[in-house]
Structure formats: structure tokens, C-alpha cells
């Protein structure tokens, strides 16, 4: 499996300890089993969160679902990020993904970041979540934005649905957005990637099971899971925008983010794909509390930047 981007080498102190804690964790019969298939994700209830200082929250509510509004300080009105969260389609909004948002939003330098809280598996199966994330997309088309200044950005399955809703906009003739980042997408609903087996002891969150959300796959329905909608790697990302990819080494879901960045590649499209040593599925979620996320988020930044440059030639280019 090709790797690019990051230097393999170790994971961190930081990073192998909160690893290790997560896979003991994990191993828990009950509770662990729970946060594996992602019972625990259907019901989890927070506090309110509380934006840091200087940011300012707005609901927006549509007729299917809810969506927030993150600004920071003086706004960046170049870009918008649509952020569409992670969570195997089973999981709602969360705290970890409006940190997430407000990350995007000081590393983009006032960019504003809408997330929606898109309806959810096994009471909303495929294509509730798409067509979701499509009408977000429409809102923002609507508000004045052009397609040239939405950048898209998910974690998992939101990732996936990132890339789904890229392919979509494609086969509708409707203007794709002008760059994507995926954090560990969740592109291939067959599991049939290769790190499935080679990963399978190896990943804390999702490892030495079969019940487990990558299996389950509770979105998926009825449908095709070779579906483009539901799988972008089996789709075609001919004229897709530039496009940053993370992964962990450790995650089972590796070779969903590698398959697609090799794919993307021959097709045509810039990419930068980057593997973190000894990392597991979405470690960004860390923030900084270990180097390797801290490396991540630094990356996202500067593709941001990169984005926000004033010609789109310059900006593609060093993502080769």
C-alpha cells in the first residue's frame, strides 16, 4: 500500500499511550462492545457547548434538520466550510465536531463553518443523509455563496458522505466544490479493503469484531453497498477538486482513504494523502493533545491557505 505525505515513523509517547487507552477501553465486554457497534453514539447526551471566546454560534433550522453557524472574529469571506460529521451515520451532532468547526474556523482565519445535523441510520437509511447534505450545499448556493468558495469537510462518515455528495453534484451538472478534506473517510461499505484483515487486531475502536459499525452498516439499508452514493471508491472522481485525506496507520479503515487517493490520482485529481504512524480511526479528535493530531490539523491549515489563494492553479499545485 502506497503512502505519501507523512514520514512513517513511531507514534508518539502521547499517541501510543492515548491508543493503548482506548483499546483497553474498547475491550470492555459491555461497554466496549456498545462503543464498537455504536449503540453508545445513538444515545449520548452533553452538555450544551460553549463556544470559545470570540465565537459566535446560529441555529438554522430546516425541515428535516438542524444546522450551526460557527464565525470567528473578522471573517475570512473567501471560503465556507460545510462540515459533515462522522459518527457511522448513526450518530448525531456532537461537542467533538463543533470543536472540530471552530479548529477549521481559526485555522482558516475567520472562515465560517456551517455543520449540520443531518438525519440519521436505522430510522433514516441511505440517501437521508445525502439529501441532507445536499440541500446544506443548495442553502449555501442560495445565501450567495458560489461553489468556487465551499470547501468540504468531514471525519469519517462524513468524509464518506463528502466525496458521495461531490459525486452527486457531478452527475447533476450542479458546480462542485472548490477542495474536499477527509478525515478517515468511510468509502467502502463492502469492506473489502485489504487493512480490514491486516488492521483487525490492530485497531482499538473498531478491531477484533464483526459487530462492529463498519459491519453493521445500518445506513446502508436495502441499497447496493457498491453504490457510489454510499461507496465513493467505486464511484468516478474524473474533475473532482483538490483533495486532502488523512488516515491512521492502525485503522481498519485505511484502505478507504488509500484506494481512493490512488484512484482519485490516475483520474486526474490533485491529492495529498497522509498516513499517520500508529494512528487509529479519526485521532484528530485528540486536537492537540498529542503531536501527531496536532500535525494534522497544522496540515489542514495550510490547505486551507492554499485554498484561499487567489489563483486556483497555485493553490493545486503543491498538493501533488
Sequence with gaps: MRRTGVKEREASIQGTVIRELIARFTSDHLIGKKIKNGELRKKLVEPPWIPPQGFHVTEINLENFTMEWLSWGKINPKKVILQLHGGGYVGKMRNAYRNFAAAYCELGHGICVLTIDYRVAPEEPYPAALEDAFEAYQWLLKEGYESSQIILAGDSAGGGLALALTMYLKDNGIPLPCGIIAMSPWTDMTASGESYESNYHLDPLFGNTKDSLIYNRDYLGLEDPKNPYVSPLFGDFTGFPPML????????????????????????????????????????????????????????????????????????????
Design 245 to 320: 485525506i488523512q488516515a491512521g496507520s492502525y485503522e481498519m479503515l485505511l484502505s478507504d482513504s488509500a484506494l481512493v487517493a490512488e484512484k482519485a490520482k490516475k483520474q486526474g485529481v490533485k491529492v495529498r494523502f497522509s498516513v499517520y504512524e500508529g494512528m487509529f480511526h479519526v485521532f484528530q479528535m485528540a486536537m492537540f493533545l498529542m503531536p501527531e493530531s496536532k500535525k494534522a490539523w497544522r496540515e489542514a491549515g495550510r490547505f486551507l491557505e492554499l485554498l484561499c489563494e487567489e489563483e486556483k492553479e497555485e493553490a493545486a499545485d503543491p498538493l501533488d
